[in-house]
């Protein structure tokens, strides 16, 4: 996997029923792992940035 088990692990999907279910597998396996709540869906609804992340620098990301 491209993270490690101390890394923190967002998942998102459209609208945050699938990657519920991935979230909670990882972390019965020990990961650090968040479903987006509302899924993209509701972070689209929330009126945040959907910036694709080629053009989002390191730095907004910390």
Known sequence: MPFTREDEIV???GSGNSCARVANILRERGY????LEGG???WVDAG?????LNRISTAQLS
């Open 11 to 13: 998942l998102y999907c």
């Open 32 to 35: 650090n792992a968040t479903a």
């Open 40 to 42: 993209y869906k509701g």
């Open 48 to 52: 945040l940035p959907t910036e694709p």
